[in-house]
Nanobody, 124 residues
Framework: QVQLVESGGGLVQAGGSLRLSCAASGGTFNNYAMGWFRQAPGPEREFIAAITWNSRNTYYADSVKGRFTISRDNAKATVYLQMNSLKPEDTAVYYC?????????????????WGHGTQVTVPS
């Protein structure tokens, strides 16, 4: 069973950048596809990005395509989300998630393991 801990959130002005990290422990990181989701006030988490275990494939929501980049370092058991050109509508709690899979899912229900989230705030 893998444990996930996000870090790197904070307050940043519109147009700025942040890099989120998600450190994994307790499992064989190379086995896991990884995803990033976010949740603004409300009931649903929004898919942001996902990456396969070998970094061969990445997927993005249309809302962040061209601004956000997902990557991973299997030697460090860490996945990253580089966020550029941030907008007020990017304000949310950001979560990383993991699942043992050969592909990288975009549905929240496909992921088994979740971190506790890190807050990103972009004032308007």
């Amino acid at each position: 069973q893998v444990q996930l801990v996000e870090s790197g959130g904070g307050l940043v002005q519109a147009g700025g950048s942040l890099r989120l990290s998600c450190a994994a422990s307790g499992g064989t990181f190379n086995n896991y596809a990884m995803g990033w989701f976010r949740q603004a006030p409300g009931p649903e988490r929004e898919f942001i990005a996902a990456i396969t275990w070998n970094s061969r494939n990445t997927y993005y929501a249309d809302s962040v395509k061209g601004r956000f980049t997902i990557s991973r370092d299997n030697a460090k058991a860490t996945v990253y989300l580089q966020m550029n050109s941030l907008k007020p509508e990017d304000t949310a709690v950001y979560y990383c998630a993991a699942v043992i899979a050969s592909y990288a899912p975009s549905r929240e229900s496909d992921y088994n393991y979740w971190g506790h989230g890190t807050q990103v705030t972009v004032p308007s």
